[in-house]
């Protein structure tokens, strides 16, 4: 698991990839994950933080959308 920071308005986007993310996991690792889901961390008005699995930091550079790793 790790922390990712990404702007506010993107926030429905990550939560979409990250709903295709799990549907593309081995039936045994998507119901693990399921159990934890996304982890919301600090938010604001420009940015949100989210505590995620490290395979789901390697989906989100496919799909392009841009996040930081603090």
Do not use: C, N
Request: no cysteine.
């Amino acid at each position: 698991m790790q922390w990712i920071r990404f702007e506010a308005r993107l926030e429905q986007s990550v939560e979409e990839a990250f709903d295709a993310w799990k549907a593309r996991l081995p039936t045994h690792d998507a119901k693990e994950t399921e159990q934890r889901q996304l982890v919301e961390g600090p938010k604001s008005q420009k940015a949100v933080a989210k505590l995620v699995d490290r395979r789901f930091i390697d989906y989100l550079i496919e799909t392009g959308i841009p996040f930081e790793r603090p």
